[in-house]
């Protein structure tokens, strides 16, 4: 599987940012997606994932209310929703995918993930 993220950019404070996944590979329907993100010097961190569903996410508590993860079976495709952006989400983002389903309760780790795009630079300054 390979992923392809797309839809970072540079906005202001408030602002909203869609990001996008693509995924190549047979096994996306049936695996978990999910979101991180590393801003600059610090450790790379969870902000979203989605189970094969559809139905069931989790969220870190810093984006919980704001962030929103979908997925589009048939696109091979999971995204973020960002609305009221703020100044700390400011980072590169990374889909990862793992082929099998997991419980929501181990998503948040990134070693559950076996595969990993190349990132989407989101920048929030006014």
């Known amino acids: 599987v390979q992923l392809q993220a797309s839809g970072g950019g540079v906005v202001q404070p408030g602002d909203s940012l869609r990001l996008s996944c693509a995924a190549s590979g047979r096994s996306f329907s049936r695996g978990v997606m999910g979101w991180f993100r590393q801003a600059p010097g610090k450790e790379r961190e969870f902000v979203a994932a989605?189970?094969?569903?559809?139905?069931?996410?989790v969220y870190a508590d810093s984006v919980k209310g704001r962030f929103t993860i979908s997925r589009d079976n048939a696109r091979n495709t999971v995204f973020l929703q960002m609305s009221g952006l703020k100044p700390e989400d400011t980072a590169i983002y990374y889909c990862?995918?793992?082929?099998?389903?997991?419980?929501?309760?181990?998503?948040?780790?990134?070693?559950?993930?076996?595969?990993w795009g190349q990132g989407t630079q989101v920048t929030v300054s006014s």
């Open positions: 989605i189970r094969r569903s559809g139905t069931s996410t």
């Open positions: 990862a995918g793992r082929s099998a389903d997991l419980v929501l309760s181990a998503l948040r780790a990134e070693e559950q993930y076996e595969y």
